[in-house]
């Protein structure tokens, strides 16, 4: 059995897709963005982009001024889901084990090789698949545990391969900057670099009991799990459920009619609300954020006492934590998600075969499977000019 790990990770995904199918924005400067473009956030760049500063979560007219030659593109979610599950397809012919922990990313078992050439040639022969089915790259990283696999894909980004063999680690890590690190974060960098630290090699000559004293639990047990010689492998790759389910939508202009507001969190609500019973969920938890004209976002979660399945009752929830969460000021995007999420009961199955009055919101928001993820609005959402 060989004890490996790799994590694939796509590059600039949402940016290469449009790359791949327009030949015109190749090796041109794209930033992926929502709707409302210039008044949106960045969701992808180019690496074109990246180079002159660009970044995901920035305003696009922030990253305008560090790119202004950068050519925006709205967002197409449906091919990007599309796409991604052809590679997750593509990945099932290197391992009939794997974990897909985003859209653009996984882990992949190369425990079934007995063979690490073998091993190596197939993830080569994935990639090679990837550029000629669908123009593509990605950036792997194999290693004997799943933190240094991912370390490692993120190593020599774009197209990268970076392979860390068992006894490497310690000499691979000392070349791996800290904030390279997954699960440090921006507060615990500051504070590391305080103490002199930089890399991540240097983290492992410290003392325990200074890491712990200093930093707590946490980062002690980060800094072993980067030179551990194994991982329950069985527990890493079982399927896991969701954590939560959530909608956002950022406007192309701010709204600040309380009405409309509670209009657009009902559409959200219900949204997620399909989803979840889709997938045969119930949820204990609700949460939502607002942000405002000047980018400062407020966030609300509530843990409920009783299990949320149902439109109607997501509509009196949201429209209760909007009123809770706004301050009067004008918004320019909301997001809705549940939380806490668990097996649809069958009593509250029982209950909605029961039900003789049909939910038509249900009925109305199946047309996403077919067409694009904003297919359909409530008419008083459309009849609002420029939203």
Known sequence: MLDYVAHVDMDAFFANIEQASNPYLRGKPIIVTGRGLRHSVVTTASYEAKGKGVRSGMPAHEALKLCPEAILVEADSKKYEY???????LLGVVSPRILVTSIDEAYVDL???????????????FKSRLMMEFGLTASIGVAPNPILAKI?????????????Y??????????????????????????LASYGFEYAYELLRASEFFLYTNFGNTLVGLVKSLVADNFSRDEFFRYSAPKSIGHSMTFSRDVYEEELLKRISSFLGAKVIYRMRKKGYEAAGVSMFLKYADFSVVRTSRRLNFPVSSINMMNRIV?????????GEPVRAIGVSCNRL??????????????????????????????????????SILAVSGL
Not at 319 to 327: A, C, F, G, I, N
């Open 319 to 327: 429209h209760w934590l909007t009123k809770e969460l706004w301050s």
């Open 152 to 164: 490692g894909s993120d190593f020599k980004k774009p197209d990268g391969f970076v392979v860390i």
């Open 111 to 125: 425990s079934h090789f007995t063979n690490f050439k073998e091993a190596l040639s197939s993830l080569k022969s």
């Open 83 to 89: 796409v991604s599950k052809e590679v997750m397809k």
């Open 166 to 191: 068992r006894g490497a680690e310690k000499k691979f890590l000392k070349n791996v900057r800290l904030e390279d690190i997954p699960g440090i974060g921006p507060h615990t960098l500051i504070k």
């Open 342 to 379: 668990r097996a649809s009961s069958a009593f509250t199955r029982q209950l909605s075969l029961l039900n003789t009055e049909k939910d038509m919101s249900e009925v109305s928001l199946k047309p996403e499977e077919l067409f694009d993820k904003y297919s359909l609005f409530p008419a």
